[in-house]
């Protein structure tokens, strides 16, 4: 069983940046893909960033491409997602999952990331 605690969250002024990190433990001696979903009141979970389990491979959302970076320290078990150019839209709170164990051969992002969540951590961006 996969444990996910995420950190970072908080209030930042439009154009500012956050870093979120993502910390696993328990069962990660195998290979999980990971990644980033956020949600706000009466909206669905959308998919923001993923990565694949050795980080060589990574996917956007359309609307952060080029303003935020997920990257991995598989040494630490962590996953950040760097969120620069913050705007007010990008206001909700952000989930952590992690999709695994996988085999060798599936170092890409899956279309379906959701074995395990975290708590969620708030970001909050004022205009």
């Known amino acids: 069983q996969v444990q996910l605690v995420e950190s970072g969250g908080g209030l930042v002024q439009a154009g500012g940046s956050l870093r979120l990190s993502c910390a696993a433990s328990?069962?990660?001696?195998?290979?999980?893909?990971m990644g980033w979903f956020r949600q706000g009141p009466g909206k669905e979970r959308e998919f923001v960033a993923g990565i694949s389990w050795s980080g060589g491979s990574t996917s956007y959302e359309d609307s952060v491409k080029g303003r935020f970076t997920i990257s991995r320290d598989n040494a630490k078990n962590t996953v950040y997602l760097q969120m620069n150019s913050l705007k007010p839209e990008d206001t909700d709170v952000y989930y952590c999952a992690a999709e695994g164990p996988l085999d060798y051969w599936r170092d890409y992002v899956p279309a379906i990331l959701d074995d395990y969540w975290g708590q969620g951590t708030r970001v909050t961006v004022s205009s």
């Open positions: 328990g069962g990660t001696s195998g290979r999980y893909a």
